[in-house]
């Protein structure tokens, strides 16, 4: 079967292209940029890449034997504009792509909408489903509530507020209910719907065994995670507060947590059903799915994050930036030679920077770097990263962005999307020179006006230890 998939690089979508693939499909990946799109599969030769921004008018073509064409796009924490005008942009864009094709059936993974008064979200996704609608290919829309899963934006959240706060005084939100449904189940009922003619032109909503608030849902997790947890939910918390409420103690940008507290006050529970007289799927209990997240975790298993998608962030095309300029720039440049017999070690802290292991200098002033740009509306640190010693182009890593990922030729280019008067990139180089091994690690920044050079004369004392403690440890770090 030949498949479109749009949203591959993101989160439901990297892990439905595995399956894809598994299932002996050939996948063409439509995506924003062809440098972030990275999946190591034995399968390459069944995967087609083509980059589209659907947001901006289409002239490219695709393959006119497309079978399926999945839609998993959307622009909630985009901070570019009106995020219901974008998602009807781009949906209005993706049938008239399909147009050219002889595609047989769009499926597309909405949210539960069943409330008469929802959110500006979830209005935008119901919106969605009547453009796609519009076309003459049969479409199967599927709805889901909350989705449970290692790296999904719910599941950092509740983690990030589970293991944090003992005890939480919470928005009265909290005793929203909804109908969690782990990831697995998403991408079980996403692969197998595809062509089955029962499905056309349908509408289902689909979710876990358990119905349950969002205190429900903290308090079970602690449970999962031995830990004891006292939540107190009061009237007073108005949106706004809600929102900072979540910005602050969780990862997330605050236009992703407006957007999540307005749909939180929403009720997502299953309504439209008759998805399992279609398809035969037992879905399991929020318990279990948190259980299998942290399974996944434990193994370093985690194939996609909510913060892959560049819509989690403030930056722009990566093409960008790829490209360090010479000109108007600061530089602090270092270089310390390697052993050869350390090559390989200190390649792989490199590839370890950031998240649990941290900048190898000073993490305390890199937590507080990462709260000081919390405070001005940036993303943080709270993002970590997507896996402990693995590193693909476009992933998120704590307050940067992975551009170029080059294990093979030993460089990683990082560029930084904290909050700044200016741009900043961050690469770190193994090289040999006249016969030695070196590594080299070059901070770079281009101010934006006169109060960007400011801002780096006031860091450049901090800049001096903790670079140069930086390269130093990551050359004579070793692992325990």
């Known amino acids: 079967m030949k498949i479109l998939l749009t949203g591959a690089n993101g989160y439901i979508g990297k892990r439905l292209l595995a399956v894809l693939l598994e299932e002996g499909h050939e996948v063409t990946c439509l995506v924003r940029n062809k440098n972030r799109f990275n999946f190591h599969t034995n399968s390459n030769d069944r995967i087609n890449t083509i980059e589209i921004d659907l947001?901006?008018?289409?002239?490219?073509?695709?393959?006119?034997?497309?079978?399926?064409?999945?839609?998993?796009?959307?622009?909630?924490?985009?901070?570019?504009?009106?995020?219901?005008?974008?998602?009807?942009?781009?949906?209005?864009?993706?049938?008239?792509?399909?147009?050219?094709?002889?595609?047989?059936?769009?499926?597309?993974?909405?949210?539960?909408?069943?409330?008469?008064?929802?959110?500006?979200?979830?209005?935008?996704?119901?919106?969605?489903?009547?453009?796609?609608?519009?076309?003459?290919?049969?479409?199967?829309?599927?709805?889901?509530?909350?989705?449970?899963?290692?790296?999904?934006?719910?599941?950092?959240?509740?983690?990030d507020l589970v293991e944090k706060l003992p005890v939480m005084v919470a928005p009265k939100w909290l005793n929203t209910k909804c109908q969690p449904i782990a990831i697995r189940d998403v991408i079980k009922y996403l692969s197998r719907i595809k062509l089955n003619q029962e499905s056309y032109n349908r509408i289902f909503d689909i979710g876990g065994k358990d119905?349950?608030?969002?205190?429900?849902?903290?308090?079970?997790?602690?449970?999962?995670?031995?830990?004891?947890?006292?939540?107190?939910?009061?009237?007073?918390?108005?949106?706004?507060?809600?929102?900072?409420?979540?910005?602050?103690?969780?990862?997330?940008?605050?236009?992703?947590a407006s957007s999540l507290v307005d749909s939180m006050k929403i009720e997502t529970i299953c309504e439209l059903k008759g998805i399992d007289d279609i398809i035969n799927i037992s879905p399991l209990s929020y318990k279990e799915a948190v259980k299998f997240a942290f399974e996944k975790i434990e193994q370093n298993l985690i194939l996609s994050s909510w913060s892959d998608a560049l819509s989690s962030s403030d930056s722009d095309d990566l093409n960008n930036h790829i490209e360090i300029p010479i000109y108007g720039c600061f530089k602090d440049s270092r270089i310390k030679e390697i052993n050869e017999d350390r090559l390989?070690?200190?390649?792989?802290?490199?590839?370890?920077?950031?998240?649990?292991?941290?900048?190898?200098?000073?993490?305390?002033?890199?937590?507080?770097?990462?709260?000081?740009?919390?405070?001005?509306?940036?993303?943080?640190?709270?993002?970590?990263?997507?896996?402990?010693?693995?590193?693909?182009?476009?992933?998120?890593?704590?307050?940067?962005?992975?551009?170029?990922?080059?294990?093979?030729?030993?460089?990683?280019?990082?560029?930084?999307?904290?909050?700044?008067?200016?741009?900043?990139?961050?690469?770190?180089?193994?090289?040999?020179?006249?016969?030695?091994?070196?590594?080299?690690?070059?901070?770079?920044?281009?101010?934006?006006?006169?109060?960007?050079?400011?801002?780096?004369?006031?860091?450049?004392?901090?800049?001096?230890?903790?670079?140069?403690?930086?390269?130093?440890?990551?050359?004579?770090y070793r692992s325990e």
């Open 55 to 159: 947001l901006n008018p289409v002239n490219n073509s695709i393959p006119e034997d497309i079978d399926v064409a999945y839609y998993l796009v959307h622009s909630m924490s985009s901070s570019n504009g009106d995020f219901t005008q974008l998602e009807n942009t781009s949906a209005v864009n993706f049938i008239s792509l399909l147009r050219t094709t002889k595609c047989k059936h769009i499926i597309y993974l909405s949210g539960i909408s069943n409330d008469p008064h929802l959110s500006k979200h979830l209005d935008s996704r119901k919106n969605v489903e009547t453009v796609l609608s519009d076309s003459e290919i049969p479409l199967t829309v599927l709805r889901a509530s909350i989705i449970v899963g290692s790296g999904s934006a719910s599941f950092e959240i509740i983690r």
């Open 211 to 256: 119905i349950l608030t969002f205190k429900e849902m903290l308090l079970l997790f602690a449970e999962v995670r031995g830990l004891k947890r006292i939540v107190f939910t009061i009237p007073v918390l108005t949106p706004k507060l809600s929102s900072y409420w979540l910005y602050f103690v969780t990862a997330i940008s605050f236009k992703l």
């Open 344 to 476: 390989n070690n200190v390649l792989d802290n490199i590839w370890s920077i950031g998240g649990d292991r941290g900048w190898y200098y000073a993490n305390f002033l890199w937590k507080l770097r990462g709260l000081l740009d919390k405070m001005v509306g940036g993303v943080g640190l709270r993002r970590g990263r997507r896996s402990a010693n693995d590193i693909n182009n476009g992933d998120a890593l704590d307050f940067w962005r992975v551009l170029l990922a080059d294990k093979p030729n030993k460089r990683l280019l990082l560029y930084a999307e904290m909050k700044l008067p200016g741009e900043a990139w961050l690469e770190f180089k193994i090289e040999i020179r006249d016969d030695k091994v070196i590594l080299n690690q070059i901070a770079t920044y281009r101010p934006k006006g006169l109060i960007g050079r400011m801002y780096w004369y006031s860091v450049l004392p901090f800049h001096y230890f903790i670079f140069a403690g930086m390269i130093r440890n990551i050359v004579n």
